[in-house]
């Protein structure tokens, strides 16, 4: 594909910016090892995207891909061949305005366990996962790179804000790009938290505690 040049405004501008910081934030954390993981952001005219190899730790905010939606790259490098899973996200979620993919590793050994519950991969351990991600559904495994993986993304996406790809690691959508960033970090604590805890006696959140949640703070459990 070829870019197509276009003009940046402000906001564009601003948003390749957070990128660029955000990914250095995640490569810090450990979150974002070598060419692993990826980025997005809404635009009135589209939407940013993080290249095809791109470390996250070392983003050159001009060389973020920008795209329409229909997929045509208008200005900087070649998407990352993970880019449909953010669609599935954008065109399910119209409020969406940010999504992040990892292979953060507690969340990535997570999506490798067997015996998971489908419905949701992570029980209830803190308010804050269920106030920032809720509910976190099992995606079955596809290969890297298959479009398969966008349709089975979006028949989650409308009712779920994160994802768990099996064998893979988390997709998590927010209202905005700052949202999204919480949230995958949240997760990525909760799984710390579910692997040392899983072999002794858990106790989790109850419904009463849950309905709590949704009604103070509109939790989506």
């Known amino acids: 594909m070829t870019a197509i040049r276009t003009s940046t405004s402000a906001t564009e501008n601003r948003l390749r910016e957070e990128i660029a910081e955000i990914g250095r934030s995640f490569r810090h954390l ?59 996200f954008y065109e399910q979620r119209p409020d969406t305005g940010g999504i992040i993919h990892l292979h953060a590793t507690h969340s990535a050994a997570v999506s490798c366990l067997n015996g998971l519950d489908e419905h949701s991969c992570l029980p209830p351990i803190t308010p804050y996962f269920v106030m920032r991600v809720g509910r976190l559904p099992l995606v079955p495994y596809y290969r890297p790179g298959d479009a398969a993986l966008g349709d089975a993304v979006r028949d989650y996406a409308a009712d779920h804000a994160a994802v768990l790809l099996a064998n893979h690691g988390p997709v998590v959508a927010g209202k905005t790009l700052e949202a999204a960033r919480n949230a995958i970090e949240e997760l990525e604590e909760t799984a710390k938290l579910y692997l040392l805890l899983r072999q002794h006696d858990m106790r989790t959140l109850n419904e009463k505690e849950i309905d709590e949640l949704r009604d103070a703070f509109g939790a989506q459990w």
């Open 30 to 88: 450990g979150m974002a090892p070598g060419t692993s993981g990826n980025i997005s952001a809404k635009l009135e005219d589209g939407w940013l995207m993080t290249p095809t190899n791109a470390s996250l730790g070392a983003l050159d905010p001009a060389e973020i891909s920008k795209l329409d939606w229909n997929g045509n790259l208008l200005a900087g490098k070649p998407p990352t061949k993970e880019s449909f899973l953010h669609r599935a």
